[in-house]
């Protein structure tokens, strides 16, 4: 299940992994509700490979700004605290898949 990021959190915690993939979404948002259980399922099939993050691009709009998100939702996928791959929309699981895969290898 994916912890929550703000903006007090944000690079502490990113810096700190190999491989984060966060979710920037928000309450309203309904392709965001749907995409949740996607990422949910991505990350328990890939175990360990990755870490899961939300975070509200309400709450937290300057980090979400700072990294260019304009549509929601947003997966960023970062690799040693640099964000390297995106996905912006309602994606498809296979997609995520391949999108954090890409960054994996």
């Known amino acids: 299940m994916a912890e929550h990021l703000n903006g007090e959190n944000f690079k502490d915690v990113i810096e700190n992994l190999d491989v ?7 309450e309203w948002c309904a392709p965001c509700k749907a ?7 991505v990350e328990a099939k890939m175990e ?26 947003t997966l960023l996928v970062f690799k040693n605290g640099k ?4 996905l912006v929309g309602l994606a498809s699981r296979i997609d995520i898949e391949k999108t954090i895969l890409s960054v994996l290898k």
């Not at 360990?48 to 939702?73: Q, R, W």
């Not at 964000?83 to 995106?86: D, E, I, M, Y």
């Open 83 to 86: 964000p390297v791959n995106s």
């Open 35 to 41: 995409i949740s259980p996607l990422l949910d399922a």
């Open 48 to 73: 360990g490979k990755f870490k899961l993050f939300k975070l509200n691009v309400d709450v937290s709009p300057l980090i979400a700004s700072e990294y260019g998100v304009e549509s929601i939702p």
């Open 20 to 26: 984060a993939v966060v979710d920037f979404w928000a």
